[in-house]
């Protein structure tokens, strides 16, 4: 079985886009959701407006798995526990029930579209995760754990990984240039969910 807590897993350059592309999903899949048709740009900027919290939960969903990180900086080593648990099929199954179960408790109405919304967003995560290039041994993500083993990376993979081997690294204009390729591949979805919400609900 693949040890997860072995520091040499991860501990360079890791599969992962930035929280550009994380995000931008997330808030496309945020309004598939929450924001009803509009007719004029007013009418969308005062849905943002109204929206902001729900649609930023979406966002931090969206990079929620990237929370592992935190834990290794207590093992001096962000990328310690990096692509390990979190990212996972189980765990983000268990988290999305859990918030969902939250949601349930506290306010008694929480329907099947929230859980599906809840799985979506945290599966945005692995997917974008398993299409992004990986350069640092084992290639991919341990996906089907813990009840196999097996490194899912798409063979296909085309989102190129941003330099994080230090905090010079993380800022560097090479990251800026990622992050805009990123924009470029994840802010059309954005924009057509806006397109589609003008078109089909104004009314
Ligand atoms: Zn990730």
């Not at 994380?22 to 007719?39: E, K, M, V, W």
């Not at 941003?162 to 059309?188: C, D, F, G, H, Y």
Request: glycine letters at 6%; one cysteine or more; proline letters at 5%.
């Amino acid at each position: 079985m693949t040890d997860l807590c072995n520091p040499k897993s991860k501990i360079e350059n890791s599969a992962m886009a930035s929280p550009v592309a994380h995000s931008l999903i997330g808030l496309a899949l945020g309004l598939i959701r929450f924001l009803s048709g509009y007719r004029s740009w007013d009418g969308l900027a005062g849905q943002f407006r109204a929206l902001w919290r729900p649609l930023l939960f979406c966002v931090l969903l969206a990079n929620a798995p990237d929370l592992d990180y935190f834990f290794g900086i207590f093992r001096g080593n962000a990328n310690y526990y990096h692509q390990t648990v979190t990212h996972t099929l189980v765990w983000i199954y268990v988290l999305a029930l859990a918030i969902w179960t939250y949601g349930w408790l506290r306010e008694r109405r929480a329907s099947w579209l929230s859980l599906g919304l809840l799985l979506a967003l945290l599966g945005s995560h692995l997917l974008v995760d398993w299409l992004t290039v990986d350069r640092s041994p084992p290639i991919g993500l341990t996906l089907a754990w813990p009840f196999a083993d097996h490194i899912y990376h798409a063979a296909f993979a085309f989102i190129p990984p941003p330099a994080k081997q230090n905090w010079a690294a993380v800022w560097s204009l090479q990251n800026l240039r990622l992050a805009l390729v990123e924009m470029v591949i994840t802010l059309p979805l954005v924009i057509i969910v806006l397109w589609f919400k003008r078109r089909r609900d104004a009314g």
